[in-house]
């Protein structure tokens, strides 16, 4: 779970998500990426065609752990969860097996930094912003996120209704996330927020009554609450502005060759149905999120 930009978060909240689709609609279209991303033609993304790191294989990053419900038992190469699927059906679009994909950790502040890459994509729930599009690449957009705000539920913001009730809470995130940016931008808190290198410490601190709430993606909030805080509760999720939605990119290297192909398999796979599919699979609790006004 990590937590995304990550780019400025408006301060409407949702009013509805899209069920069919899980928590994210999939029709949206894609966002612009890269200073590489010309068109990619399907003759010149053959596999073999633009150069890997290894050849005849494609190297995916990720962080460790890799969290549920975008990776499943911390092991990203079985396939199971949203993101090892989208993975692995880019991988397939791009002409490689399941066998031909070898997965490599990187931290999730490594995968956006400047510098030279060791992975040809890497997909950690990273947002697509402007600021990170000056050091790396991205493809277009494989998901649209929510962030919401969980909290224990004796805690009286268990109650909130909105995000001026979440003002004096001691709130919680992830260094580097639009989790962090979401409280720092939307909910303006009136206590500086407690920030975490892993979302396992601010889970723990969580636990521990050491902060009021924490903000994360909604599909990971549904995966706390279920499987690893039970005695926390969702308090409700906030909305994108449409046009400005917040969505996460597959990174690439800054000018990587690969970067006009991974895009057209990520277009591909939202024009066809495929993301949509997984979305539904993996994410699907996120429809029932409670609505905070």
């Given amino acids: ?20 689709t899980g928590c994210a609609p999939q029709e949206t279209s894609s966002t612009d990426t890269s200073s590489a991303g010309a068109s990619a033609s399907a003759s010149s ?39 090892s699927a ?47 599009k000056q050091a790396v690449d991205f493809s277009s957009g494989y998901y649209e996120v929510r962030q919401a705000v969980v909290a224990l539920k004796k805690s009286p913001y268990a109650k909130a209704t909105s995000g001026a009730d979440l003002k004096g809470a001691k709130l919680g995130a ?31 601190a969580l636990r521990n009554g050491q902060v009021d709430a924490i903000v ?8 706390i609450t279920s499987a690893e805080v039970p005695d926390a509760r969702i308090v409700g999720q906030f909305a994108d502005a449409g046009s400005a939605a917040e969505q996460f990119g597959l990174v690439l290297d800054k000018g990587s060759a690969l970067t006009a192909c991974v895009t057209r398999a990520v277009d591909g796979l939202r024009e066809d149905g495929t993301l949509a599919a997984l979305e539904k ?8 999120a409670p609505v905070l006004k």
Avoid: H
Avoid at 48 to 71: E, I, R, S
Avoid at 105 to 123: L, R, S
Avoid at 216 to 223: E, H, Q, S
């Fill in 1 to 20: 779970m990590r937590l995304t930009a990550r780019s400025l978060l408006p301060a409407l909240f949702v009013i509805a998500l899209t069920a069919a």
């Fill in 45 to 83: 993304c053959d596999k073999g065609g633009p150069a890997t790191q290894v050849k005849g294989k494609l190297t995916v990053g990720t962080d460790k752990p890799a969290y549920a419900p975008w990776f499943v038992d911390d092991d990203p190469a079985s396939g199971k969860g949203f993101e």
């Fill in 86 to 132: 989208v993975a692995y059906s880019v991988a397939k679009a791009l002409g490689y097996e399941k066998d031909q994909v070898v997965w490599q950790t990187v931290p999730f502040n490594n995968a956006f930094a400047p510098g030279e890459k060791n992975f040809d994509f890497d997909i950690n729930q990273v947002s697509i912003s402007a600021e990170r």
């Fill in 174 to 204: 992830q260094v580097g996330t639009t989790s962090l940016d979401t409280i720092n931008e939307v909910i303006k808190p009136s206590q500086r927020p407690a920030v975490f290198q892993k979302n396992d410490f601010a889970k723990s």
């Fill in 216 to 223: 994360v993606d909604l599909p990971t909030a549904f995966y």
């Fill in 281 to 288: 699979q993996w994410l699907s609790d996120a429809v029932d």
